[in-house]
Nanobody
Framework: QVQLVESGGGLVQAGGSLRLSCAASGNTFGIAAMGWHRQVPGKQREFVADITSGGSTNVAGSVQGRFTISRDNARNTVYLQMNSLKPEDTAVYYC?????????WGKGTLVTVSS
């Protein structure tokens, strides 16, 4: 079993910054990748960014240049630095971990960007 605990969400004004964290615990052997998705009520969950255990990153075009993903392998923690936030970034952000062919999800953390 793997547990994911997200933190760092909150309310911020447009143009501001937040940093999300997601710490994995439990059976963390064999983690292939960790990352973030987000979801607005009534819409599908969408990919934001991910990072492999080797450090390769993928970032969605909608946040490219504003969001940066990083990872501390020793702590099994992934971070999402979000800068120049826009109201359209408002969503619940979910941490995702891929391990041995299985996906694990956190419970989500709400990010609200006011205009």
């Amino acid at each position: 079993q793997v547990q994911l605990v997200e933190s760092g969400g909150g309310l911020v004004q447009a143009g501001g910054s937040l940093r999300l964290s997601c710490a994995a615990s439990g059976n963390t052997f064999g983690i292939a990748a960790m990352g973030w998705h987000r979801q607005v009520p009534g819409k599908q969950r969408e990919f934001v960014a991910d990072i492999t255990s080797g450090g390769s990153t993928n970032v969605a075009g909608s946040v490219q240049g504003r969001f940066t993903i990083s990872r501390d392998n020793a702590r099994n923690t992934v971070y999402l630095q979000m800068n120049s936030l826009k109201p359209e970034d408002t969503a619940v952000y979910y941490c995702k971990l891929v391990r041995l062919g299985m996906d694990y999800w956190g419970k989500g953390t709400l990010v609200t960007v006011s205009s």
